[in-house]
């Protein structure tokens, strides 16, 4: 976050006195990214990695999930008790994304499908409106298989 606090600091006030060639809105952008990217990088090579408990008072609280915390669960399974329960449970985050994709997809449907049966577009509404029915009925499938905590 510092870096990237500095970075958009030197562009706002410094880089204009420099004499340097005036940069567009996208090259900053691009430029910020790869500084601010490469900074965390750094930081996080150089910096000692967090100690285990941390790491599973954090998994314990937030319950992230996902294939890159499996070794950190291997290995607090083999020596605490508790751990074993984690490593079985299914990471539903992208079930969560696709229900919220087939969510918007639903409601935009509905609201296109209202308003082209309102102006006797038929052919669009039809459209809409299976559109709207079959990411409705997914999203009700998918809802079964998304851990609510």
């Known amino acids: ?31 910020v990214v790869l500084i601010t ?12 990695p967090t100690d285990k408990k941390t790491l599973l008072r954090f998994y314990r609280t ?13 290995e607090a399974s083999q020596s605490e008790e508790g751990m074993d329960e984690f490593l079985r449970e299914k990471w539903d985050v992208p079930s969560g994304i696709l229900g919220a994709f087939l969510g918007i997809v639903a409601v935009y449907s509905i609201l296109f499908s209202i308003g082209f049966w309102l102006y006797s577009n038929t052919l669009a509404a039809t459209i809409t409106s299976i559109v709207a029915a079959v990411s409705s009925f997914s999203l009700v499938k998918i809802w079964k298989k998304i851990k609510f905590t």
């Open 62 to 74: 937030v319950s992230p999930g996902g294939p890159g915390w499996r070794k950190i669960l291997r």
């Open 1 to 31: 976050m510092i870096i990237s606090l500095l970075v958009a600091i030197y562009f706002e006030f410094v880089h204009a006195s420099t004499g340097l060639p005036e940069l567009n809105e996208w090259q900053r952008l691009i430029i």
């Open 37 to 48: 990217t490469v900074g965390w990088v750094l930081v996080t090579l150089l910096t000692r």
